[in-house]
């Protein structure tokens, strides 16, 4: 009996969390710390609206990898999101990646492109999840193909927040930590 007491507590407690979730912000700023196969990178990426369900993003990694291989790669493009319900966001996205590697050789340099699609998902109050699937063609950052992303954020309030993801994409490759502010 005292099992069934828990458990429907516990039912009150999550409705309650998703009842009280905020509407997802696709207007904000971010940095963080990644992985790109052995290299580290440090990243800087953002996002504006351009209207209710339309909106932009790019970015900038530094790259340092090990042999004094270093660069940088930037990313921008254009994003569409409709919400499913108050707890949810379906998104996709497109962007043209320039990469710069800073090596010997004749190709220090490739432009490509990827499209993503994905969810974020409110579960509870102050947690966000996030996972999607991208198709790549940026040789210098990842061979053709498909990736996966994954990442759980929590809002310690409505505009700062933090995450940690795995990527195995062309922006990361690896796990990831992060802090956003959201600008609305």
């Known amino acids: 009996m005292m099992k069934h007491y828990i458990l429907a507590s516990a039912l009150a407690l999550g409705a ?20 790109i ?20 993003l790019g970015g900038v990694h530094a790259i340092d990898a090990p042999g004094d291989v270093n660069g940088m790669y930037l990313s921008g493009g254009i994003g569409y999101h409709v919400p499913l319900s108050p707890q949810a966001d379906l998104f996709g996205n497109a962007q043209l990646l320039y990469a710069n590697m800073n090596h010997v050789g004749p190709n220090d340099d490739d432009l490509g492109a990827i499209a993503r699609a994905g969810i974020r998902f409110t579960p509870v109050d102050k947690v966000e999840l996030e996972g999607s699937l991208a198709f790549s063609s940026n040789d210098w950052l990842i ?7 994954v990442a759980g954020r929590y ?5 700062l927040s933090a995450s940690l993801g795995y990527s195995s ?5 690896g796990f990831n930590v992060g802090v956003r502010y959201q600008l609305k």
């Not at 061979?143 to 992303?149: A, R």
């Open 37 to 56: 196969d052995d290299a580290d990178a440090l990243f800087v990426n953002g996002s504006m609206s351009l209207d209710k369900n339309l909106y932009a």
């Open 16 to 35: 309650t969390g998703i009842a009280t979730a905020a509407p997802f912000s696709y207007d904000y700023i971010e940095g963080g710390y990644g992985e």
């Open 155 to 159: 809002h310690f309030d409505p505009r």
């Open 169 to 173: 994409d062309t922006e990361l490759d």
């Open 143 to 149: 061979d053709d193909g498909i990736g996966l992303s």
